[in-house]
T-cell receptor, first 114, second 116 residues
Framework: AQSVTQPDIHITVSEGASLELRCNYSYGATPYLFWYVQSPGQGLQLLLKYFSGDTLVQGIKGFEAEFKRSQSSFNLRKPSVHWSDAAEYFCAVGPNTGGFKTIFGAGTRLFVKA | EPEVTQTPSHQVTQMGQEVILRCVPISNHLYFYWYRQILGQKVEFLVSFYNNEISEKSEIFDDQFSVERPDGSNFTLKIRSTKLEDSAMYFC??????????????FGPGTRLTVL
């Protein structure tokens, strides 16, 4: 069955520090992978996506993610975190057949300290 | 940039009442979805809709739920008799088509449903 695991429920980093949010997926074929960000009370904003090709993908707001098939991972990174990055981050997988639904991980809440 | 819109932003209802949540997907998109997020939990798939019929639904989407595309622009989710546990944020999403590079779902801002 398809699933997404985000091992960290919450992470706290200092402003200006680097960030890595972990994501592991389980899917039988080549998945489509996404990272979404959700600020409190807001909707879901797409940060970046991976469909194929270069395994390092760049997204908005200075985020990037690397697809590693051997580890079934799609970790999100940012070299220098800003206070405005504090939010909930969701990793998601989308199958490339059928109804094309998206399956979300449980999310990682990012706290940024001054 | 085109976006998915949802109305209302917040709906409060009494248990047992019917509610209709409305969404206007991005025009020329062909696939439509509803997801929900109970407070503090992850986003869960409810249903996908294509070519005027349900293409997939989750176990959450029982007989109390229905979806409809009543005209060329709206996509609605109806809950016939709301329960307390239906309180959640409901997100609508749309996708342009089946091609591999159109597999991004664009999400609306959500409707927060509160059942009292």
């Amino acid at each position: 069955a398809q699933s997404v695991t985000q091992p960290d429920i919450h992470i706290t980093v200092s402003e200006g520090a680097s960030l890595e949010l972990r994501c592991n997926y389980s899917y039988g074929a080549t998945p489509y992978l996404f990272w979404y960000v959700q600020s409190p009370g807001q909707g879901l904003q797409l940060l970046l996506k991976y469909f194929s090709g270069d395994t390092l993908v760049q997204g908005i707001k200075g985020f990037e993610a690397e697809f590693k098939r051997s580890q079934s991972s799609f970790n999100l990174r940012k070299p220098s975190v800003h206070w405005s990055d504090a939010a909930e981050y969701f990793c998601a997988v989308g199958p490339n057949t059928g109804g094309f639904k998206t399956i979300f991980g449980a999310g990682t809440r990012l706290f940024v300290k001054a | 940039e085109p976006e998915v819109t949802q109305t209302p932003s917040h709906q409060v209802t009494q248990m047992g009442q019917e509610v209709i949540l409305r969404c206007v997907p991005i025009s020329n998109h062909l696939y439509f979805y509803w997801y929900r997020q109970i407070l503090g939990q992850k986003v869960e798939f409810l249903v996908s809709f294509y070519n005027n019929e349900i293409s997939e639904k989750s176990e959450i989407f029982d007989d109390q739920f229905s979806v409809e595309r009543p005209d060329g622009s709206n996509f609605t989710l109806k809950i016939r008799s709301t329960k307390l546990e239906d309180s959640a944020m409901y997100f609508c999403a749309s996708r342009s088509g089946p091609g591999r590079y159109s597999d991004t779902q664009y999400f609306g801002p959500g409707t927060r449903l509160t059942v009292l």
